[in-house]
């Protein structure tokens, strides 16, 4: 079974930073696409930034130039460095794993940012 466990969420000021990460457990990691959704209160999931088996990445417009994706496949764990963060930044992260039709998401980690 497929887990993924998030970590570094926390409150912190406006223009902070947070490092987030995703460990994954079992085999296949490195060729899984890898990516960080978040959910603001009262709005839908969103993606934030995504990274494939060959560390090509991608990042929503709001997060460009603030956020940086990155992997190590050797420890199974993808991370989510996050500067300059606005009270907009606010929501619950969400790490996700994806290979073909097989999908899995983790259990959260809230970063609250305070003006």
């Known amino acids: 079974q497929v887990q993924l466990v998030e970590s570094g969420g926390g409150l912190v000021q406006a223009g902070g930073s947070l490092r987030l990460s995703c460990a994954k457990s079992g085999t296949i990691f490195s060729v899984m696409i890898m990516a960080w959704y978040r959910q603001a209160p009262g709005k839908q999931r969103e993606l934030v930034a995504s990274?494939?088996?060959?560390?090509?990445?991608n990042y929503a417009d709001s997060v460009k130039g603030r956020f940086t994706i990155s992997r190590d496949n050797a420890k199974n764990t993808v991370y989510l460095q996050m500067s300059s963060l606005k009270p907009e930044d606010t929501a619950v992260y969400y790490c996700?794993?994806?290979?073909?039709?097989?999908?899995?998401w983790g259990q959260g980690t809230q970063v609250a940012v305070s003006s």
């Open positions: 996700n794993a994806t290979l073909l039709d097989l999908t899995c």
């Open positions: 990274i494939d088996s060959g560390g090509s990445t």
